[in-house]
T-cell receptor, first 116, second 111 residues
């Protein structure tokens, strides 16, 4: 069965420091992979996605993620964090091709706090 | 831009009430989803719909039902609200490529 693991429940970084949020997935084939961000009291916004091709994908707000098949990982990175990046981040995996229903499996999220 | 609109941001209901949560999308997407979000549990799928009048149970359908009479609208129904249904409810619609777009959420409190 598909699953997504985000091992870090809560991370605190200083403003201007680099960031890496971890995501590991379990899936039998090449998955579609996503990172979403949720600001307090809001819905989820898509940061970036991986479908195929270049394993390093760029997203909005200066984020990037790298798909590593050998490690079943899709870690999110940002070289310099801004205070406005404080939010909860969700990794998700979907069936290749979307399938009949485009269902996604979400991780439990990583809550990012940014210190001034 | 894709727009998914949930009719209420906050709702307070009493135990035993019938509750309707409405969701509308403007992108003519086939697939729509209802999730509930609880701290430490992430997003859990309640129901999804892949066409008008078509629906399938997700991972936690107990205590919920759904209605999709028109393509753009997907409603979540709590037949008899209970306190353990206090949660954040998120609606999403999905593009053909599999990208899900979310509404702002409805925070439901059942007293």
């Amino acid at each position: 069965a598909q699953s997504v693991t985000q091992p870090d429940i809560h991370i605190t970084v200083s403003e201007g420091a680099s960031l890496e949020l971890r995501c590991n997935y379990s899936y039998g084939a090449t998955p579609y992979l996503f990172w979403y961000v949720q600001s307090p009291g809001q819905g989820l916004q898509l940061l970036l996605k991986y479908f195929s091709g270049d394993t390093l994908v760029q997203g909005i707000k200066g984020f990037e993620a790298e798909f590593k098949r050998s490690q079943s990982s899709f870690n999110l990175r940002k070289p310099s964090v801004h205070w406005s990046d404080a939010a909860e981040y969700f990794c998700a995996v979907g069936a290749t091709g979307g399938g009949a229903t485009n269902k996604l499996i979400f991780g439990t999220g990583t809550l990012l706090a940014v210190q001034p | 831009d894709v727009k998914v609109t949930q009719s209420s941001r906050y709702l307070v209901k009493r135990t035993g009430e019938k509750v309707f949560l409405e969701c509308v999308q403007d992108m003519d997407h086939e697939n729509m989803f209802w999730y509930r979000q609880d701290p430490g549990l992430g997003l859990r799928l309640i129901y999804f719909s892949y066409d008008v009048k078509m629906k399938e149970k997700g991972d936690i359908p107990e205590g919920y039902s759904v209605s999709r009479e028109k393509k753009e609208r997907f409603s979540l129904i709590l037949e008899s609200a209970s306190t353990n249904q206090t949660s954040m409810y998120l609606c999403a619609s999905s593009s053909p490529q599999g990208i899900q777009y979310f509404g702002a959420g409805t925070r439901l409190s059942v007293l």
